[in-house]
């Protein structure tokens, strides 16, 4: 994205922030670009990007629609709609709760799914770790966990 002016000449301010955004966007898109791929020649086509990232938000155990919501940013209809999907396909299933409660967890072969995808992201780390060293790597998340801690105490995210 251009950082020194739109179509209508009116100028943009240089940011950091903004290319530390993009980057780890970028980043993102690409390590779960890899890892559908991988994934796809192991037997799971339908573990594409879109499905890595929503399989992906959820907890190991017991999972609430609307707590996946909440962590992702989306509706509780959109939730219900990829768990019915993917209880279809075997990863996912449903069980009664407390009260309306729905229980969500993996299934076998959703855990498996999930275990080959870590095993897949650590033979990434290797790939990384021939072209970097694994401290830099390391520093790189502790500064992006510096930065995000940073952010959650400003005063813009309390408001204050």
């Given at each position: 994205m251009s950082t020194r002016f739109t179509r209508r000449g009116t100028p943009l301010v240089e940011s950091q922030s903004l290319a530390l955004v993009q980057?780890?966007?970028n980043l993102s898109d690409r390590f779960v670009e890899l890892l559908a791929s991988q994934l796809a020649q192991r037997g799971y086509r339908e573990a594409t990007p879109a499905a890595l990232n929503f399989l992906g938000a959820l907890e190991c155990g017991d999972n609430h629609a609307a707590e996946i919501a909440r962590r992702i940013g989306v509706s509780r209809q959109f939730v219900a709609r990829e768990v019915r999907r993917f209880c279809a396909l075997g990863y996912l299933q449903q069980r009664p709760g407390h009260g309306k409660q729905i229980i969500i967890s993996f299934t076998d072969r959703?855990?498996?799914l999930?275990?080959?995808a870590r095993s897949l992201l650590a033979?990434?780390?290797?790939l990384?770790?021939?072209g970097t060293s694994t401290s830099c790597v390391q520093d790189c998340v502790d500064l992006m966990q510096q930065i995000d801690t940073a952010l959650r105490q400003s005063s813009w995210e309390t408001g204050k």
């Open positions: 980057t780890a966007r959703g855990e498996q999930m275990a080959d033979q990434i780390d290797d990384i770790a021939t």
